[in-house]
């Protein structure tokens, strides 16, 4: 992947904005917030440059359609800068592309002073709007909306395409043909906020749109590329986000950005398999079984097989490594009743790249619990990898029959990834019993 290089200085954004809504394209209206004092986004996620939360204004000549609002704290600056757009019976209807609080939080206010407008989103997010309105939901006029729907303006239309996953199972873009303006909610968004707005008037924001992309769109990778395939055909002059700059002066190059940074560097069909084994050990027992096990796998042909101690590592550049894998393997001491805090670690971080379907396999030396390597397996499973083999463990420091054992549990990872062993998935409920 080669991606432009960041400004060498830290980016300024200006934090102050225009008092009032801002003109995206003809009859389209920035009514959003600004939010620069944000930290820390979705617990997951540091915004060292605030956010903002796009929401935008559609006029047509049979009404006005609001396409997503702001997080629930912001309702303020949300209604004052629609008031000075549109009253509230010119509303006819209340697009919600994604149903995450951050552009929800005036949805609720906005559907008791606008009674009459047509709430449309995707089906996936009906539930969650039952949630968010609570009682006020039988009231309200709701219509699920998918690609090949639209909604009449009356000299211009909105139409709808159904883009799941990117973020949750709701998320949907919007398109208004016409001003060519493609309404993408947390797609193409970052964290940036400057009251400037335009992607061609803000600072040099592309580290907060690489950051946005791997914190939360990463995980969903796959479903990003299907989104970027249904977006692609579209003639958009304008790309506009619920966070973040507003793209307009070369939309399609943040498209292909985001197209590279979801775009897996290796096949994952392709004829080499790879398997990849960390550890971390005290004593050099699980050390001992991780290379066993690493010179078994090699043995396999087909398989690229490496080995990694995590001790005093940084987990962030594995990440890329691990997406790219066909397998891993986990290997740690029991300490304490449970695996290192490394490990975990790294566990904890797979969060943030697709992990499903890959193989996944622990093991690890102990004294006399070894509670460690059932932990492990317990919560690749959680990640939905698949274990084929059951976890290795050793009574502290592994015998040469123990080390041929590790061998040939190596050999047998390497030959789930060639095809050349059936295929075996271990059973949760039976791996609880061991
Ligand atoms: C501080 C400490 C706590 C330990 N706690 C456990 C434990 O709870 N259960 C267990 O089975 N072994 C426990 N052990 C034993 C280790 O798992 C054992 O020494 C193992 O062989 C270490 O593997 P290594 O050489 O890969 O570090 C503990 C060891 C240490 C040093």
New binding site residues.
């Given amino acids: 992947m080669s991606v432009p290089p960041f400004a060498l200085r830290p980016p300024a954004p200006r934090t102050t904005g225009p008092e009032g809504p801002v003109t995206v394209a003809p009859g389209v209206t920035w009514i959003g917030a600004l939010d620069p004092g944000l930290r820390s986004f979705d617990v997951i996620l540091k915004t060292s440059n605030g956010t903002t939360y796009n929401s935008y204004l559609v006029r047509g000549s049979e009404g006005v359609a609001v396409i997503d609002t702001v997080k629930a704290e912001f309702t303020g600056a949300f209604f004052k800068r629609f008031e000075e757009s549109a009253s509230y019976d010119e509303i006819r209807y209340i697009v919600l592309n994604h149903l995450e609080p951050d552009h929800t939080g005036a949805v609720p206010e906005l559907v008791r002073r606008a009674p009459q407008a047509e709430i449309l989103l995707s089906p996936r997010g009906l539930p969650m709007l039952r949630a968010l309105l609570g009682a006020e939901f039988d009231n309200a006029k709701v219509r699920p909306v998918t690609t090949g729907h639209s909604a009449d303006l009356g000299d211009r239309k909105l139409d709808f395409i159904n883009t799941p996953y990117v973020h949750w199972p709701d998320t949907q873009c919007t398109w208004l043909a016409d001003a060519r303006v493609l309404f993408t909610c947390d797609l193409f968004g970052s964290h940036f906020c400057d009251g400037r707005l335009f992607e061609d008037q803000v600072d040099d924001f592309r580290l907060a749109f690489d950051n946005y992309f791997d914190r939360i769109m990463r995980p969903f990778r796959s479903f990003v590329t299907s989104a970027l395939d249904k977006i692609e055909p579209l003639d958009f002059a304008v790309l506009a986000p619920a966070h973040g700059p507003i793209l307009r002066s070369a939309p399609r190059d943040w498209l292909a950005r985001t197209r590279l940074l979801a775009t897996p560097r290796r096949k994952a069909d392709s004829a080499e398999k790879v398997l990849l084994i960390f ?11 991780a290379q066993a096990i690493h010179d078994g796998a090699e043995e396999e042909p087909g398989v690229r097989v490496s080995l990694f101690d995590l001790e005093g590592s940084d987990i962030s550049p594995f990440l890329d490594l691990i997406e790219e894998a066909d397998g891993i393997a986990l ?8 695996a290192v805090r490394t490990v975990w670690d790294m566990l904890a971080r797979l969060v943030d790249i697709e992990t499903k379907g890959k193989l996944g396999a622990a093991f ?9 390597v059932r932990l492990v397996e317990a919560r690749l499973q959680g990640l939905k990898m698949r274990l084929p083999e059951p976890g290795l463990r ?4 592994p015998s040469p029959e123990e080390l041929e054992e590790g061998r040939a549990f190596g050999r047998r990872l390497a030959q789930q990834l060639t095809g050349t062993a059936a295929p075996r998935e271990i059973d949760f409920a039976e791996l609880a019993a061991r």
Avoid: M
Wanted: proline share 3%; aromatic share 12%.
């Fill in positions: 550890y971390v050990s005290a004593y050099g027992s699980t050390a001992q079984l290997g740690t001491p029991t300490i304490n009743g449970d690890g030396s102990y004294g006399w619990s070894g509670e460690a050793v009574k502290l420091h």
